[in-house]
């Protein structure tokens, strides 16, 4: 019977019967019909009227060779008036290259990853850039890469977009023989390309992480994460701030608790998810904000009923005064995590509180978020089936 009951809730949901705990419409936005991947959601990215969705798993020109789905806001109601209006696939394209693993939107550019797994080998991987013509089309004008001769794991973990400048990652080495980097790009106008301005590093030591995966870029400053991996210790966050000098060190934000690190950037305020902190290892995301001159911890965001082992922290995302953060939730007595949710938190005069749930009632919830002011964008990626993408208004 609870079976029943959550996949009617589900349906219930999507297609707009029945709103989430504190009433928020939220709706899936059109799935491509000739998708054909499990993996639609895996990451999603939002800037004003645009939304994009990663596929990574899509089947193109090959398996796994990865696609990325632009949708557009288009005149009616906020949530029902989006519509898909790009199918991007790189070139070159190429199987087992999962085009779509992550995603970065900063205005008419988009950054797109095209990264194996990040255990696996170091591969062809690639970020590319595309551009949105005067006439409504995407275009590739970019493909940007690292060094093959440096150890520093798979390029294109992460990536960031800010403008005119790009922030590429490395993973690193998940078993600590080396620490991995983050490549800055930079497009010059004056010659209509893009060319590498920095690669950044930080001293490899395996006790505070090692550098590489997701990476975080607005303005002056730039947020990478730092995992022990498999060391179970916690990891750190290693902030650069630019100036008329370049890049340098702005703060080494230690006792991180997770072990692929999730973190989001947006102007003075990080917030980095610890999905393993805890004595409970319910978890935990913390806020930092920059001062003058330097970063300090502001406060640690806390569901309203913690659960144990309940990974919140697994995916975060701020936007101004609002922040999400994805965790599991009724667990119902079971040993096992039955509800991934999303927690919708919002600061008011310098103090964030829990605003309401996002709920679905199903574990692939909240595996990708971002949040454009009071839209949020939610990826919702099954094992075995294709993904979806929701979208809705937040308190």
């Not at 950037?265 to 610890?274: K, P």
Request: charged fraction near 20%.
């Amino acid at each position: 019977m609870l079976r029943c009951l959550s996949a009617l809730l589900v349906v219930a949901l999507a297609t707009g019967l029945l709103p989430p705990r504190a009433g928020a419409q939220i709706e899936a936005l059109p799935r491509p019909d000739t998708l054909e991947a499990a993996s639609f959601g895996v990451s999603v990215a939002l800037d004003d009227s645009i939304a994009v969705v990663g596929a990574s798993g899509a089947s193109v020109c090959g398996e796994d060779a990865g696609a990325v789905f632009v949708y557009e806001r288009q005149p009616g109601p906020l949530v029902t008036s989006w519509a898909l209006t790009a199918r991007l696939v790189p070139q070159p394209c190429r199987a087992k290259a999962f085009f779509g693993a992550d995603v970065s939107l900063s205005g008419p550019r988009l950054l797109v990853s095209a990264s194996s797994e990040h255990f696996a080998g170091e591969g062809q991987n690639a970020a590319y850039v595309f551009e949105r013509t005067t006439d409504g089309a995407w275009q590739q004008t970019a493909r940007l890469t690292g060094r093959d001769n440096r150890q520093e794991g798979p390029f294109a973990a992460g990536v960031a977009l800010d403008g005119d400048r790009a922030a590429v990652s490395t993973a690193g080495n998940p078993d600590g023989a080396y620490s991995g980097a983050v490549y800055v790009f930079r497009h010059r106008p004056s010659r209509d390309a893009w060319g590498q301005t920095a690669r950044l590093t930080a001293p490899h030591s395996l006790q505070t992480g090692s550098l590489g995966g997701d990476v975080a870029l607005d303005g002056p400053h730039l947020a990478v994460g730092a995992s022990t991996f498999f060391e179970r210790d916690p990891g750190s966050v290693h902030v650069f701030r630019h100036d008329a000098e370049g890049w340098r060190k702005d703060a080494h934000l230690r006792g991180i608790d997770a072990f692929f690190i999730d973190l989001d950037l947006d102007g003075r305020t990080l917030v980095v998810g610890q999905d393993r902190a805890g004595d409970d290892a319910s978890g935990t995301a913390t806020v930092y904000t920059r001062g003058d001159t330097t970063w300090a911890r502001s406060t640690t965001l806390r569901p309203s009923i913690p659960y144990e082992s309940g990974a919140f922290g697994s995916a975060v995302s701020v936007s101004g005064q609002r922040a999400l953060v994805t965790g599991y939730d009724e667990q119902l007595g079971n040993e096992i995590n039955i509800d991934r949710v999303v927690y919708v938190f919002r600061r008011r005069n310098g103090t964030w509180q829990e605003q309401t749930i996002l709920d679905l009632g199903t574990v692939y919830f909240g595996a990708s978020l971002a949040l454009d002011g009071r839209i949020a964008l939610i990826g919702s990626v099954p094992e075995t089936e294709t993904g979806t993408a929701y979208i809705t208004r937040v308190p």
